[in-house]
């Protein structure tokens, strides 16, 4: 629906940053919000300025309206420390007042069958296990059939229960967080990337085509090329799985910066669709970004 990115008056804008704001549009995340934080440490109210003005370019440079975007300048920690004191609370409300102005009531995907990424996995006794994670799209209800889908053989349940801030619901809808309780099904059947999902209506698959960005070393990224066999880990919904790189033909490396097509080759099957959007992460940093163009397998 929107982000808020949180900046250090001190530090200005870190390689994490850029991979933030990169991430955000990958996934599709339609606003953001910006906080410069710790102004309280920084004396020079132009060096502020400066850290602003560097913010609007990074946004403008990843297609966010870098020149409207509401920036709010604060102290988390001062308006923690004293919530009474209206000149450091102030920019929290400014910082939530401009969440409910500039972010829009999205309109959900309702109309598309059923599917939620897993996050979380949890037995409660004498009930049963529990699912987590944010509806994706569509509508879910108690008693309907759903599959589970990826990384093991793709197995059939009935949603039991309906859950969301503590409350028994009848349905659940595209934008919800919800916990969903599954008949018979045991805490070591699921896991953390698998999709519940309307049956029939998405399969897991190992090999596809995508387009890719590859993060530049100022950006975070790798600082050496990559070479045919290479292989991170894709991010892909909630799951992380390693997969191999096969480049084009008449290709030898790939360096920082690159934008490319290539193939990959998963070491577990996920649940994929075309247009998936996903992440390449190696050694605990991004490392590119790309969409699924062709599901081959």
Known sequence: DGAILVVSATDGPMPQTRE??????????????????????????????????????LLKKYEFPGDETAIIRGSALKALENPEDEAVSKPIMDLITALDEKIPEPVRDIEKPYLMPIEDIFSIEGRGTVVTGRIERG?????????????????KTVVTGIEMFNKNLDEGRAGDNAGILLRGTKKEDVERGQVLAKP?????????????????KEEGGRHTPFFKGY?????????????EVELPEGTEMVMPGDEIAFTVRLGAPVALEEQQRFAIR??????????VTKIIK
């Open 231 to 243: 292989k991170p880990q894709f991010y892909i919904r909630t799951t992380d799985v390693t997969g």
């Open 139 to 155: 509508i879910v209800k108690v008693n309907e059939e759903v599959e589970i889908v990826g990384i093991h053989d793709t197995t």
């Open 200 to 216: 029939g209506t998405i399969t897991p698959h190992t090999e596809f085509d995508a387009q890719v960005y590859i993060l530049s």
């Open 20 to 57: 933030h704001i990169l991430l955000a549009r990958q996934v599709g995340v339609p606003y953001i919000i910006v906080f410069i934080n710790k102004v309280d440490q920084v004396s020079d109210p132009e060096l502020i300025d400066l850290v602003e003005e560097e913010i609007r370019d």
């Open 282 to 291: 190696e050694g605990g940093k991004t490392v590119g970004a790309g969409v």
